[in-house]
Nanobody
Framework: QVQFVESGGGLVQSGGSLRLSCAAPGFSLDYYAIGWFRQAPGKEREGVSCVGHSAGSIYYAESVKGRFTISRDSAKNTVYLQMNSLKPEDTAVYYC?????????????????????WGQGTQVTVAS
């Protein structure tokens, strides 16, 4: 059974940076759009970013545009989310998943129902 593995979360001060990794043991990420989502306590899951099978297809939510950068490394079969200028409102559990319906990212927030192979998530806490 495929399950993605997120890592790289932690506790950071406001203004700091973290790089999240999304790995998929035994599953090639190359052919799918990969999305990053987050869920804060008491809030709905939010689609943060998406990268298509071609790195030219990328989406960012307005809340992270200019601060977060998504990328993929085919050789390592890993997708990254570089998060800079972190704010306390970025505090959440971050998840990655594969879009089994699309290989490119539409210009809308990633829709969770299109995604599968959710991992356990990685906690990001930004202290003010």
């Amino acid at each position: 059974q495929v399950q993605f593995v997120e890592s790289g979360g932690g506790l950071v001060q406001s203004g700091g940076s973290l790089r999240l990794s999304c790995a998929a043991p035994g599953f090639s990420l190359d052919y799918y759009a990969i999305g990053w989502f987050r869920q804060a306590p008491g809030k709905e899951r939010e689609g943060v970013s998406c990268v298509g099978h071609s790195a030219g297809s990328i989406y960012y939510a307005e809340s992270v545009k200019g601060r977060f950068t998504i990328s993929r490394d085919s050789a390592k079969n890993t997708v990254y989310l570089q998060m800079n200028s972190l704010k306390p409102e970025d505090t959440a559990v971050y998840y990655c998943a594969a879009n089994l319906m699309r290989s490119t990212c539409p210009d809308v927030s990633p829709r969770g129902y299109e995604y599968a192979y959710w991992g356990q998530g990685t906690q990001v806490t930004v202290a003010s």
